[in-house]
């Protein structure tokens, strides 16, 4: 039996298609999070895309050919429009396989969630930023949403829906992962996202990880894979943990962390997360990045390459979104690595990981620039050539999906 995938890749070139689209359908949202990137209002923006806009933007969706593109309809509270059900119902005849990420709002109803469900929507993305409804609740700014997340949570998993639950790693939360773990793994969902902050909206105003936290916190994710399915985001180099990890697995070494992390794992035994049935194969991260099989269209449409890379590469009112992600110098910049500078530039992993150019440019406003939440320096990996073949390898072997 050949070895599971270490890092996965889209089965299609992403010069061509990227993997997911993703759609702010809006910005009105009831809640007031300390790190939106959409500094959401509670009233909907007169420049919004109207329904024929969005019907455009699903259209430059399935044009780039199927399979389609996974297209997730986010917000502010994508709920707060009334044309929501329709929408999936149109993405889905198009063949789009369409995910929805509401918000903790009074519009998290199980009626709602049956009704985007049977208009098609495959899956739910919901936030978890605290295992306690008073950490919760503080950093969506809005007292009841804990618990209104924890019942929408439980009705979309009765409803047949897939879960993924999105976690924001910050300098006030990091304490707490461990038993935010817990609770997802106590709950259960398809799948753990860890968000690594990036400072741009109200995120510029909360205190940032350093470069060893954020290292620590990657291997505590990666920890965690092994009794669930867990990720990043915004959280490249974890593609580069991933490689480290395996190759220090096989030659029956850890690695040397910090004192987080060690106070993470100890958090995570005591509350018995590692204990029980072990995932037989972990769920391997896969590898796009911004502009490259990623790509953001905003609620006036406008193209990013992510939501939290506030540079425009065009407004789907104007070009076609195919030619925007295909053609922009912006984009092609993205996915080239040789173009990147600093250290991420000098690194081995820069193809495979390349850091997030979110943070990079939140941080210098260059979006070639170095990502300052990396710890690792380049070429001090010890076993180099265990890597290169591991990297080869998978990057030979056609996807593995867990």
């Given at each position: 039996m050949r070895p599971a995938t270490v890092v996965r890749r889209p089965r299609h070139a992403v010069s061509e298609r990227p993997f997911i689209v993703i759609w702010e359908a809006t910005r009105a949202c009831p809640l007031a999070c300390l790190h939106c990137r959409a500094e959401a209002q509670t009233a909907r923006h007169p420049g919004e895309l109207d329904g024929?806009?969005?019907?455009?933007v699903m259209d430059g969706a399935a044009e780039f050919g199927r399979p389609g593109p996974l297209f997730v309809i986010t917000g502010g509270d994508p709920f707060q429009r009334p044309d929501l059900t329709e929408l999936v119902a149109y993405g889905t005849s198009l063949g789009l396989r369409v995910a929805v990420s509401p918000s903790g709002t009074p519009t998290l109803t199980r009626a709602g969630l049956l009704a985007v469900r049977d208009a098609g929507a495959v899956a739910l993305s919901l936030s978890l930023d605290g295992s306690t409804p008073e950490r919760h609740d503080a950093f969506r700014g809005v007292p009841g949403v804990y618990d209104r997340t924890l019942e929408g949570w439980r009705a979309a998993r009765e409803l047949g829906l897939k879960m993924?639950?999105?976690?924001?790693?910050?300098?006030?939360?990091?304490?707490?992962?461990?038993?935010?773990?817990?609770?997802?793994?106590r709950e259960g969902a398809m799948l753990w996202s860890g968000f690594v902050l990036v400072p741009t909206g109200r995120g510029e105003q909360l205190a940032q990880l350093t470069p060893a936290e954020a290292e620590d916190v990657l291997h505590f994710?990666?920890?965690?894979?092994?009794?669930?399915?867990?990720?990043?985001?915004?959280?490249?180099?974890?593609?580069?943990?991933?490689?480290?990890r395996t190759v220090l697995a096989a030659r029956g070494e850890r690695p040397r962390l910090g004192p987080l992390h060690a106070r993470l794992t100890a958090r995570a035994t005591e509350l018995g997360l590692f204990g029980g049935e072990r995932r037989t194969v972990r769920r391997p991260p896969?590898?796009?990045?911004?502009?490259?099989?990623?790509?953001?269209?905003?609620?006036?449409?406008?193209?990013?390459?992510?939501g939290f890379?506030?540079?425009?590469?065009?407004?789907v009112k104007d070009r076609?979104?195919?030619e925007i992600y295909r053609e922009s110098e912006l984009f092609a910049q993205l996915r080239d690595p040789a173009l990147l500078r600093g250290k991420c530039g000098a690194c081995e992993y820069k193809?495979?990981?390349?850091?997030s150019r979110s943070r990079a440019y939140g941080f210098t406003r260059?979006?070639?620039?170095?990502?300052?939440?990396?710890?690792?320096?380049?070429?001090?990996?010890p076993y180099q050539d265990d890597v290169r073949a591991l990297a080869e390898s998978t990057r030979r072997r056609p996807p593995t999906v867990t």
């Open positions: 024929a806009g969005a019907r455009r993924q639950v999105n976690t924001t790693v910050t300098r006030d939360s990091l304490e707490d992962l461990a038993d935010v773990a817990a609770l997802v793994k994710l990666y920890d965690c894979g092994s009794v669930m399915a867990a990720k990043t985001t915004e959280g490249h180099h974890f593609r580069r943990v991933a490689l480290q896969m590898d796009v990045s911004s502009g490259r099989g990623f790509v953001f269209v905003s609620h006036t449409g406008e193209v990013h390459p992510s890379l506030p540079v425009s590469a065009g407004n076609p979104l195919t193809a495979v990981c390349g850091g260059d979006v070639l620039a170095a990502d300052p939440y990396c710890a690792y320096e380049p070429g001090s990996f």
